[in-house]
């Protein structure tokens, strides 16, 4: 790995996380979802993957150390591979709009199964059915946000990445 | 009009419709007017069982533990997901050693928060001092 891939990373998570900061008023309207998929699409998933263990951990540091972070390490790898599949069949952002949105819809379901194995199954049950109103609104403001935010995004980062690399991308 | 403003409004129909489905089918639904529910609150570990019954006018549960928090010993915590009991009966939970208040309704699990308990006549709510 390069100098320059290791100053990329740690841009990329400190994107992340100031971007996850800044919408942290609005319950679960975020823009990490698209950060990701857009992150994955330009500089590849092996850079964005290292991208996510660093963001992760930030939020160790930021928030201490919780179960639901837990959970993090394999969600966002998750999205990033998804999307690396994505990648190599589908172009548009009509589809990368549709995976954020069905991955903002889940996102309780997967965090409650997590928490189920710390704490019961009822407990689980608990959490997912609370959550759902806000997986709503996540899914749904992914949709919106990946649909308008993508093109424009990875338009404008693919040329930075040409001048950061010095080459084609 | 442009494509994807159409599809921005369908899928925040849809969005809508899945909020009201939650709200009518989903959440439980409270009952207005007094009901005489009993709190039975188990501890093992200090021995104690105890049950208290009342007559309220409260909808959910979480109206008549506060209520009622001053003679039940109830210290609540606020998580992001809600309110937790983290002492009854004047006994707080240990958590170094994962203790919670296990909460049942007639005698099943509860699927869901104090908040989202509705108050019904005649049932038992039971918190059991447990571990995790």
């Known amino acids: 790995m390069k100098a320059r891939d290791v100053v990329l990373i740690g841009i ?6 100031a971007g996850k900061l800044a919408l942290s008023f609005v319950p679960n309207v975020e823009i990490v979802t698209l950060l990701f998929i857009v992150y994955t699409v330009t500089f590849g998933y092996k850079r964005t993957l290292l991208a996510s263990l660093i963001f992760t951990t930030t939020e ?27 990648n190599k069949r589908f172009k548009s952002e009509y589809a990368y709009a549709i995976l954020g949105a069905s991955f903002g819809y889940a996102f309780g379901i997967f965090f409650a199964v997590v928490e189920s194995f710390f704490y019961g199954v009822a407990y ?28 424009p995004l990875k338009n404008l980062l693919g040329k930075l990445k040409k001048n950061y690399y010095n080459m084609e991308s | 009009m442009n494509k994807k403003i159409i599809l921005v409004l369908i899928v925040l129909g849809i969005s809508l419709l899945a909020f009201v489905g939650y709200k009518n089918f989903i959440v439980p639904k409270a009952v207005e007017g007094e009901k005489e529910v009993t709190i039975h609150i188990i501890n093992d570990k200090e021995n104690m069982d105890k049950t208290f019954t009342y007559n309220t006018d409260g909808e959910y549960l979480i109206d ?4 009622k928090k001053d003679e039940l010993g109830i210290t609540f915590q606020d998580f992001d997901f809600g309110k937790m009991i ?19 309704v007639n005698g099943e699990d509860a699927t869901t928060g104090v908040g989202e308990i509705p108050l019904m006549d005649k049932d038992t709510y039971t918190f059991e001092l447990k571990t995790y």
């Open chain 2, 64 to 67: 008549l533990l506060e209520e």
């Open chain 1, 60 to 86: 160790i540091f930021l928030y201490g150390f919780a179960t639901w972070l837990l959970g993090y390490y394999f969600i966002w790898p998750l999205l990033i591979i998804i999307t690396e599949v994505l």
């Open chain 2, 86 to 104: 983290v002492a009854m009966l004047g006994y707080t939970v240990d958590e170094s050693n994962n203790e919670y208040f296990h909460i049942y």
């Open chain 1, 124 to 151: 689980g049950w608990a959490y997912w059915i609370r959550g759902l109103v806000f997986d709503l609104v996540h899914g749904t403001s992914n949709f919106i946000m990946i649909l308008f935010l993508f093109n």
């Open chain 1, 12 to 17: 990329l998570s400190a994107s992340i996380t």
